[in-house]
């Protein structure tokens, strides 16, 4: 038996994704669902530490730097929901009785296909960009040249991380401070 395709199993999978771990959160951040801070689900330190650790395997914006700073992991995590509520697609809804304009309903309907669209773009992105880096490997410094990453940054990068294949993701995730072209 190959064990190394068995691991790749989807059976295999245990990690839920972003969309499922981080629902209730996104609805907790609602402001329209007056959760007090006390309550929300990002206070429980089990939550966040669970949190980080699925960020840190799927989501891009944990590695990015940014001159934000966070008194506690509460309150990153909050700022983690925010942006991820903005790019996962919204969580079905229930069904709302009472007269509607028809109108209103087409185009609400329209927003939401074109943003579960462009958040399924989103996805298949980041599953391309985690295959991509892990075959690249340690050819990631041959491509670093040809992305206009400089010296500097090359360097930030190594001394991030000693895993290859992170070093890869770190190439290709970027900086938002850079300009890309």
Request: net charge negative.
């Amino acid at each position: 038996p190959d064990n190394m395709e068995a691991c790749k199993l989807e059976s295999r999978e245990f990690m839920p994704a972003l969309e499922e771990f981080f629902e209730e959160a996104i609805e907790q951040a609602d402001p329209e669902n007056m959760v007090e801070p006390d309550y929300k689900v990002v206070k429980n330190s089990n939550y966040g530490w669970r949190a980080l650790r699925l960020l840190a395997r799927r989501s891009p914006h944990f590695f990015q730097p940014t001159n934000q700073q966070f008194k506690s992991l509460p309150e990153y995590l909050e700022n983690m929901v925010i942006k991820l509520a903005k790019e996962l697609p919204p969580p079905s809804e229930e069904i709302k009785t009472g007269e509607e304009d028809e109108e209103d309903n087409d185009a609400l309907l329209k927003e939401n296909n074109e943003s579960h669209d462009l958040q399924q773009q989103k996805r298949i992105t980041v599953e391309i960009l985690e295959a991509f880096a892990n075959r690249l490997g340690e050819d990631w410094k041959i491509l670093a040249p040809h992305l206009e990453m400089k010296e500097a940054d090359i360097r930030e990068i190594e001394s991030d991380s000693d895993d290859v294949r992170m070093r890869a993701k770190l190439l290709l995730i970027g900086r938002p401070d850079r300009k890309s072209t």
